[in-house]
Nanobody, 124 residues
């Protein structure tokens, strides 16, 4: 089975930066997967903040984070990263790493595997 473990969450002042990591295991290769980052704040739906095609490195970001968040990968380490900058209190949420093969990369239903989540809190 695929396992995903997020690390790197914490407390950051507004305007600061933070990098999250997602270590993937359980497959010899993650070719064919889309790796996504989602976040969920209390009372809000889980929302996509970005994803990456593991084969090509092609990325997608919604307008809410475009220009501030960057996803990258290290194929040798089976690890994907979410680099966040210019953070604001509105970015406070639990951040989740996800992996899937369905191609429905915009929504949680498109992903088969999820990490446990890591809390990101931005203070003003």
């Amino acid at each position: 089975q695929v396992q995903l473990v997020e690390t790197g969450g914490g407390w950051v002042q507004a305007g600061g930066s933070l990098r999250l990591s997602c270590a993937a295991s359980g497959r010899s290769t993650f070719n064919g997967y889309t790796m996504g980052w989602f976040r969920q704040a209390p009372g809000k739906e889980r929302e996509l903040v970005g994803c990456i095609n593991y084969n090509t490195g092609s990325t997608y970001y919604p307008d809410s984070v475009k220009g501030r968040f960057t996803i990258s990968r290290d194929n040798a380490k089976n690890t994907v990263y979410l680099q966040m900058s210019s953070l604001s209190p509105e970015d406070t949420a639990v951040y989740y790493c996800a992996a899937g093969t369905h191609g429905y990369y915009l929504i949680p239903r498109g992903y088969d595997y999820w990490g446990q989540g890591t809390q990101v809190t931005i203070s003003s």
